[in-house]
């Protein structure tokens, strides 16, 4: 059965410090991990999508990047913008589905 | 382009009644996927459509949810005899294939009274 662990559950930050969160997983054969941010009342938005170890990809402030049993999600002097729920999904090569599977998330706050 | 939307935003029902929710994807989106998310946790599958068909129901919980898709385009999930515990944000997201990124929408929450 996949699995998804997100961790920290919640993390405080001060303005402009740098951390990183965590996404361990399990899958029978990885086709994807994806990261989507999800604001409160709103539906998750698409960040990235990675497909094998080694692989990094950047956008703004986050930094995602890939080995073959977690994800980390870097993000680099964050604003009070960037908070938010950040949530991890995989998805597996021998899913006729295609669905995701997701971790719990990590709660992000940045404080100004 | 315009996203992915839900209607209705919220829906609030007494246990026992049978409710509709409603789910327009991307245009020329064909994967098609609907989610159940519970407060403080990632969200779950339920049903998965290419084209019309439903590839995968496995993660429909019970005989009382059902899920169509009649053109290909919009989607419709069913819930009959609702229950407490079916109170959830019901999330539809699509792709332009099985293997893409998938796109949500904004969610419909629905209360079981």
């Known amino acids: 059965e996949d699995q998804v662990t997100q961790s920290p559950e919640a993390l405080r930050l001060q303005e402009g410090e740098s951390s990183s969160l965590n996404c361990s997983y399990t899958?029978?054969?990885?086709?994807?991990l994806f990261w989507y941010r999800q604001d409160p009342g709103k539906g998750p938005e698409f960040l990235f999508t990675?497909?094998?170890a080694g692989e990094e990809k950047e956008k703004e402030r986050l930094k995602a990047t890939l080995t073959k049993k977690e994800s980390f999600l870097h993000i680099t002097a964050p604003k009070p913008e960037d908070s938010a729920t950040y949530l991890c999904a995989v998805q597996a090569v021998n899913n006729a589905g295609n669905m995701l599977t997701f971790g719990g998330g990590t709660r992000l706050m940045v404080k100004p | 382009g315009a996203g992915v939307s839900q209607t209705p935003s919220n829906k609030v029902t007494e246990k026992g009644k049978y409710v509709e929710l409603r789910c327009d994807p991307i245009s020329g989106h064909t994967a098609l996927y609907w989610y159940r998310q519970s407060l403080g946790q990632g969200p779950e599958f339920l049903i998965y459509f290419q084209g019309t068909g439903a590839a995968d129901d496995s993660g429909l919980p019970n005989d009382r949810f059902f899920a169509v898709r009649p053109e290909g385009s919009v989607s419709t999930l069913k819930i009959q005899r609702t229950e407490r515990g079916d109170s959830a944000v019901y999330l539809c997201?699509?792709?332009?294939?099985?293997?893409?990124?998938?796109?949500f929408g904004p969610g419909t929450r629905l209360t079981v009274t």
């Open positions: 899958v029978s054969g990885l086709r994807g």
């Open positions: 990675l497909y094998s």
């Open positions: 997201a699509s792709s332009l294939g099985p293997s893409n990124e998938q796109y």
